[in-house]
């Protein structure tokens, strides 16, 4: 229906944003798993929670090993965005339409939902 439109519109624009969020919250936990799993007896906790200034006291080997554990959680996230980008793919093989409307045949179809709904409206409104 063309009054549905904008409705519509803010739930893609909406679903976007959540999807989004879902990935941040996905690339939060994938890291931290990794900071866990690679860095733990390596990089002190509190050399880790102030990344950005303790690398100037850290040894070589732990910069080396904080940069594999970004490395590596930046790989792995890069596999999750792939696997659900192919489940994607495949969704959208599966609602193809061979012989898909025509956009001015769907608009037509429109126009006549809604002047059967106002129609339906009219009715109820007259007999009321």
Do not use: N, W
């Not at 229906?1 to 936990?29: D, N, P, W």
């Not at 930046?74 to 696997?83: D, N």
Request: aromatic share 4%.
């Amino acid at each position: 229906m063309l009054t549905f439109t904008a409705v519509a519109q803010g739930v893609v624009a909406q679903a976007r944003v959540f999807g989004g969020s879902i990935g941040i919250e996905a690339s939060t936990a994938i890291l931290g798993a990794m900071q866990r799993s690679e860095l733990s007896g390596i990089v002190t906790p509190e050399q880790l929670s102030t990344l950005q200034t303790s690398t100037r006291t850290m040894t070589p080997a732990q910069l080396h090993a904080v940069r594999e554990a970004y490395s590596d959680s930046f790989s792995e996230v890069m596999k999750v965005c792939a696997a659900i980008s192919a489940a994607c793919a495949v969704a959208c093989a599966l609602a193809y339409r061979r012989h898909g409307v025509h956009l001015q045949a769907r608009r037509e179809e429109q126009m006549r939902e809604e002047d059967e709904m106002a129609r339906v409206a009219a009715e109820s409104k007259e007999s009321s």
